[in-house]
């Protein structure tokens, strides 16, 4: 019998650390789908000040990014909060071998990102099996 265990098979990381952050643009850590087939990104918005938009990046090299359009893969593009709360970004079909996002901050906000990545391609088989 196999059960699908979070634990071993995705990768939940901080993405970017719940901190007080100002008026700007903040990026998250790459997510790296030659590890995963794909991610989702749970953002948290504990105050919120004017505006707070959350846009999914993509990249094949990691270095350069471009933002994620709406072409019909199924993925999320991006997310607008208008109060504190939060919101999830879906990406179950990447375009790229890496994934981020880039939140543009109007006004200071306490937020962060959890990255979850998965079903890891690297899973050691059960000694069971």
Not at 21 to 33: C, I, K, L, N, S
Not at 62 to 73: A, F, I, L, P, R
Not at 83 to 107: C, H, I, M, Q, T
């Amino acid at each position: 019998m196999s059960k699908m265990d979070p634990g071993s098979n995705y990768t939940i990381a901080e993405g970017l650390s719940a901190l007080s952050r100002g008026a700007d643009t903040h990026y998250t850590d790459a997510v790296d789908h030659a590890n995963g087939d794909c991610a989702a990104f749970a953002i948290s918005c504990g105050t919120f000040d004017t505006s707070f938009v959350a846009t999914v990046q993509t990249s094949s090299d990691n270095s350069t990014w471009e933002d994620q359009t709406d072409d019909g893969s199924g993925n999320d593009v991006s997310a607008e909060l208008e109060e504190a709360g939060s919101a999830v970004l879906d990406v179950p079909n990447p375009l790229a071998r890496y994934s981020r996002l880039k939140l543009v901050l109007g006004g200071t906000c306490v937020c962060g990102v959890t990255s979850i990545l998965g079903p890891l391609l690297n899973k050691v088989p059960d000694a069971a099996a």
